[in-house]
């Protein structure tokens, strides 16, 4: 199945979920990565036209929005973006015409990497790669994992993953005679009749997916089942290059399966909180537009209030013993993924500071002498101590019974 033709007609949802989470993360990241005084770059891997047929802006006018914004600033960053596109190079010049410090580079995304890899790399330059492509045939992990060993400044990676069609092309590829669900073939997904087992296991640096299918087959598992594990296997994967990685499911609607999986990797715990944050509000967004003021019947608070875990129970359940607040976030979004915010997990904490929970803060005082009760790690040590529950006296005290 090829990708559709007018994909550019105009901009749907979904790709309006995706690009709110690209917009809202770059302000606050390049405010951030300047600072390092080392030079910053943004690839854009698939620019595309930078604008769709109905005029809703696409990544590249995003990203050059942000550029511009931050070169306003006095004195000027080092920042600039790099649109790397094939089909659609003239129409992208047009759209960016008014832009600054952005570069188009009228090629092949893989030709680009192996090139750019090849040559003279400055490492001392922070690089941020927003890989989306139409289809799974040019994700080739290995890139990734080139570029990590590079050794730049700081490096991460926005991946637009497309789970789904990665495992109807393994399907197809293996021959499999369990039909898939109709949904499934319904996706825009782009491939050029070349895949071939081998190519599908350089996307997902091994062949663990065909055990998934495999099990799918045997009617072990449906398919929804199948596209979670795949992306738990990916994640696993990248993970072995990245300190952190996260991921969002995109959808048209939130019990629908993802049209893709939207993966972030960073070695900071700053940018990990901050694109969980995006993540999250995102994919609230689309509950409440689909509530349209009702209550959803699979919102996370109604799952909560039918027998799942609070927020609170999710952080006792986690603090074993005594752990920084920053590494105790870190291990809450390893486990729950997206499913809260930052502020929502430093509430929670702070709300049984004293009854659940016990708070040793560094300094302990602020600077009017006042007892801190900072939740900011940043400026400050912050230790979660489990209080443990106080259980009744034993032998229990009786009462006397009166003859």
Known sequence: MAVK????????????????ILDHYLAPYLAKITT??????????????????DGQPGSPIIIAKHVDAMRARSPAPDVKAIFIEQKYAAELRANLAAASNCQVIEGDYEQFVLGFLSGRVDRDRNYFFYVDPYGIKSLNFSHFARLKAVGFQSLEILINLNTTGFLREGCRLLKLTRKIPEWADDLDFDTDGKNTPVRMDEVADGNYWQTILADFQTRTIDFHQAEEQFIAGYIERLGTHFKYVVNIPIKERSHHMPKYRLVFATDYHDGLFLMV????????????????????????????ALGGLTIQEKVIAELRLPMNLRDLLICLIRKHGI??????YKAAIKEKEGSVFKLMRDPPKTPTGK????????KGKIIVNPIPPKWPKWPPKWPVLQP
């Open 5 to 20: 033709q007018n994909f550019f007609a105009e901009k749907r949802e979904w790709s309006k979920l995706k690009d709110q």
């Open 36 to 53: 390092s005084g080392r030079p910053t770059r943004i690839a854009d891997c698939f620019a595309g036209k930078g604008r769709f047929d």
């Open 277 to 304: 944050n995006e993540m999250n509000a995102a994919w609230r967004k689309l509950l409440e537009q689909e509530r349209g003021g009702q209550l959803y019947l699979f919102d996370a608070t109604a799952l909560e």
């Open 339 to 344: 499913a809260h915010t930052i502020g929502e």
């Open 371 to 378: 007892p801190s009760h900072s939740m900011d790690y940043n």
